[in-house]
Every structure is written in structure tokens, then in C-alpha cells.
């Protein structure tokens, strides 16, 4: 990406959004990779927005 005013080293901002899910299952990339590719490449979405997915066990603990 091209550097913008507020990036010296070459990116932009991004945003992570943190999903929990009620079981681990729920949290393996099969039932997200189709959302995360649409935030990914979707020219619509700027800036850059990932997917962190978990089970609430697993952050919890």
C-alpha cells in the first residue's frame, strides 16, 4: 500500500474486530474465511478490517 500523511512506514490504520463465539468448533476459519476474504478485498471497505475469531473459553482463560 501506498504511504498516506498519517503512515510513515508504508500502511494505513486498520481495524481488528475480535468475534467470540459460544463453541471453539465455531471458531475454525471454514465458517469465516468467506467474510474475512469480503472485508479483505472489498473496495468499499477502507481501511483494511481482519477477523480474530475465538471461543470464550479460550479468551477467558
Known amino acids: 500500500m501506498p504511504a498516506t500523511p498519517s503512515s510513515k512506514k508504508g500502511y494505513t490504520s486498520d481495524f481488528d474486530i475480535l468475534v467470540l ?24 471497505i477502507s481501511p483494511l478490517v481482519r477477523l480474530i475469531v475465538h471461543g470464550a473459553r479460550e479468551v477467558n482463560n
Not at 21 to 44: F, Q
Open 21 to 44: 463465539v459460544s463453541n471453539r468448533k465455531l471458531a475454525e476459519p471454514r465458517y469465516w474465511d468467506g467474510a474475512a476474504d469480503r472485508l479483505k478485498w472489498d473496495k468499499a
